[in-house]
């Protein structure tokens, strides 16, 4: 940037000249905002120029998705039938809001929690082996 008295180079950051001593403006820095788009949220940079505000949409760049091995329905049925009071078989499928909430219930009540959740854990690990329930968090389906 020049100074627009002396018009002497003045670097980013100064606000006096070093020559004359006069203010010097400093450009604007730009302001980022996301706005929404048509594959989800874009960025957009907005700079301060002499013509008014310009605005420069910037797509983001693509995340690539790595598929997840799917989960087994064998080993996810038999963790519900042994150790469902303990939510494990929930956590392996991804589920760990209700996992936890197996997993408190049956450690908070001492273990008289596991009158509910002994049975709830078996019920889930034999609809996992029949196939009722038979997707994982993601939605990926169980394999055999």
């Known amino acids: 940037m020049n100074c627009p008295n002396c018009g002497a180079t003045v670097p980013a950051g100064v606000a006096n000249c070093r020559k004359c001593g006069s203010a010097v403006e400093?450009?604007?820095?730009?302001?980022?905002?996301?706005?929404p788009g048509p594959q989800?949220?874009?960025?957009?940079?907005?700079?301060?120029?002499?013509?008014?505000?310009?605005?420069?949409?910037?797509m983001p760049q693509q995340q690539q998705?790595?598929?997840?091995?799917?989960?087994?329905?064998?080993?996810?049925?038999?963790?519900g039938i042994l150790l469902g009071f303990l939510g494990v078989h929930r956590f392996y499928?991804?589920?760990?809001?209700?996992?936890?909430?197996?997993?408190l219930i049956t450690l908070l009540?001492?273990?008289?929690?596991?009158?509910?959740t002994v049975p709830w854990g078996m019920v889930e690990g034999i609809l996992i082996l029949v196939g009722t329930i038979n997707k994982d968090v993601s939605g990926q389906p169980l394999k055999d």
């Open 26 to 35: 400093q450009p604007a820095q730009p302001f980022q905002q996301a706005a």
């Open 40 to 58: 989800g949220p874009v960025n957009v940079i907005i700079q301060m120029g002499p013509g008014g505000p310009q605005v420069q949409p910037q």
């Open 65 to 79: 998705v790595v598929p997840m091995a799917p989960k087994s329905k064998i080993l996810a049925g038999v963790l």
């Open 93 to 103: 499928l991804g589920y760990k809001g209700i996992g936890l909430a197996q997993l």
């Open 109 to 116: 009540s001492c273990g008289y929690g596991a009158l509910i």
